[in-house]
């Protein structure tokens, strides 16, 4: 029997109704530059994660999905989409990479963690789940939204596998939100050859969606199971129910500006400039907006249930 869930203010909520079982585990992990990640260096700065395991009712082995925040931590649209795949009879892993690095939040300050770093927190996952006794290892799928979008999506790159993944373990599939991916990296079409599906807005002014669609067409290009959603009129975090519809963040860093790409291994190129970029170049500005579209959200939440379903067989 599942018990309702009671929050911290004493409340009774059946929002978790499909949630039997949490678990919450420690997960060593790396702080490291993107050059040492991109160069495969060891010697980063130890770090720990924490991460909640969310397991539906039952005994049988399931599959899970790996979720990763973006760069305002674990909100209301994580624990959201929890939900969701619980319902479905999936787990959720809920990576927190910020709160044991002392983070709060990136988005007024995008050096404070590598993006790339992320990549390394979700390989942890998956070795994680695949020892788990209630989950399958050949079904473990990524999620991640903006920054932790990017973690879920290079972390389909076979030149990160290789340097950082767990040999004979891969993700069954990438899930990708708003994310940004305008630097192309070395070998970045050399990826999984397990879907790829990509979601973002076009009113996305955070992280515009044309640089997504171009490395899209070239991953198509490549003949890769990769698919874009575009979702008219939506904002960046179109999936967080606690945002207004428009929520400015003058603060926010933007890379728009920026021509960025990996021209020599370990060495992401400021294009204009010439030199290594770096978060105080002139390119950099601040200033963008975010926003709830429950259309959209409602539109992507079925999306992503009957991707799952089909991949993996499950009952509607």
């Known amino acids: 029997m599942c018990l309702p869930k009671t929050d911290f203010l004493g409340s009774s909520s059946n929002t978790n109704a499909d949630t039997a079982r949490l678990e919450i585990y420690s997960i060593e992990t790396l702080n490291l530059t993107d050059q040492q990640f991109l160069l ?15 397991l539906p009712p039952g005994t049988a082995r399931i599959p899970a999905v790996v979720l990763i925040h973006g760069s305002g931590g674990v909100g209301a649209n994580v624990d959201g989409w929890a939900q969701a795949l619980n319902a479905m009879g999936i787990a959720a892993l809920i990576l927190d990479t910020f709160t044991g690095r002392g983070i709060s939040q990136t988005i007024t300050d995008q050096s404070q963690l590598s993006s790339f770093s992320m990549i390394v927190d979700a390989y942890k996952g998956l070795e994680l789940l695949s020892r788990h006794p209630r989950i399958d290892p050949a079904r473990i799928a990524v999620m991640g939204f903006s920054k932790g979008g990017f973690a879920a999506l290079y972390s389909s790159m076979r030149r990160f596998q290789h340097l950082w993944g767990t040999p004979g373990i891969e993700f069954a599939a990438y899930i990708v939100f708003y994310t940004r991916c305008d630097a192309p990296l070395l070998d970045d079409e050399i990826v999984s050859d397990r879907p790829i599906r990509v979601f973002h807005g076009s009113a996305d002014d955070y992280v515009p969606v044309e640089p997504t669609r171009c490395y899209v067409d070239r991953l198509k290009c490549a003949g890769k199971d990769v698919q874009l959603i575009v ?52 390119c950099v500005t601040r200033g963008a907006t975010v926003g709830f579209d429950p259309h959209a959200r409602e539109r992507a939440v079925k999306s992503v249930s009957d991707f799952l379903r089909a991949q993996w067989n499950l009952n509607p």
């Open 40 to 54: 495969g260096v060891k010697d980063g700065t130890p770090a720990r994660i924490g991460a909640e395991l969310r």
């Open 231 to 282: 979702y008219e009129g939506a904002r960046h975090a179109f999936d967080n129910p606690l945002y207004p519809p428009v929520l400015s963040l003058p603060d926010a860093v933007v890379t728009t500006n920026c021509r960025k790409e990996e021209k020599q291994p370990g060495n992401i190129i400021n294009l204009d400039t010439g030199t290594t970029f770096s978060w105080k170049d002139a």
